[in-house]
């Protein structure tokens, strides 16, 4: 079947410190996949996507490379803000659908 | 923004009633989608829309209803809430096959 395995969180880290959240998957085919961020009180937005191996994402200084290999989907940022506290979530299309599958979300909080 | 208007955007109802949300869109997209958000379950998919009066169930569609007569709007109804479908449910739409999903605001659903 289709999952995503998300980093528990929640994940708290000083401003402009580098930023790992892991996210594997499990897909049949090719899938595509995505990073959706929720600022408090808001809905889902597109951070960034990838729809074939070795396809690298990025939005905003955040990047995220499609492995096959390791069916990984990892996302990371240089120096993160204040501004980046959110919630963030990893997602999967597989091939031929339209359906997203979520990861379980990683809550990040920036403190200055 | 996406032109989606969630309704209502809380509501608190008793066990046994039911509830209906209204999905709304500006955008003419073709395909529409409910999910709900749950602590620890990420966002799964419960129907989705693929036209006027074509639905169809997603992975948790148990005690949801849905109804698309109009392109514009998607409803989601809970036949009779039980206090299991209490959750934050978001719409989502595309204007087709493989293409960015935008998400509305969310609604919060509490059954007591």
């Known amino acids: 079947g289709n999952s995503v395995t998300q980093m528990e969180g929640p994940v708290t880290l000083s401003e402009e410190a580098f930023l790992t959240i892991n996210c594997t998957y499990t897909?049949?085919?090719?899938?595509?996949l995505f990073w959706y961020v929720q600022y408090p009180g808001e809905g889902l937005q597109l951070l960034l996507k990838?729809?074939?191996?070795?396809d690298k994402g990025s939005n905003k200084g955040f990047e995220a490379t499609y492995r096959k290999e390791t069916t990984s989907f990892h996302l990371e940022k240089g120096s993160v803000q204040v501004s980046d506290s959110a919630v963030y979530f990893c997602?999967?299309?597989?091939?031929?659908?339209?359906?997203?599958?979520f990861g379980t979300g990683t809550r990040l909080t920036v403190i200055p | 923004d996406a032109g989606i208007t969630q309704s209502p955007r809380h509501k608190v109802t008793e066990t046994g009633t039911p509830v209906t949300l209204r999905c709304h869109q500006t955008?003419?997209?073709?395909?529409m989608y409910w999910y709900r958000q749950d602590p620890g379950h990420g966002l799964r998919l419960i129907h989705y829309?693929?036209?006027?009066?074509?639905?169809d169930k997603g992975e948790v569609s148990d005690g949801y209803s849905v109804s698309r007569s109009k392109t514009e709007d998607f409803l989601l109804t809970l036949e009779s809430a039980t206090s299991s479908q209490t959750s934050v449910y978001f719409c989502?739409?595309?204007?087709?096959?493989?293409?960015?999903?935008?998400f509305g605001q969310g609604t919060r659903l509490t059954v007591v």
């Open positions: 997602a999967l299309r597989r091939a031929g659908a339209n359906n997203l599958f």
């Open positions: 897909a049949t085919g090719y899938p595509s």
């Open positions: 990838a729809t074939k191996a070795d």
């Open positions: 955008e003419n997209h073709r395909y």
């Open positions: 829309s693929y036209g006027v009066k074509d639905t």
């Open positions: 989502a739409i595309t204007p087709e096959l493989n293409t960015e999903a935008f």
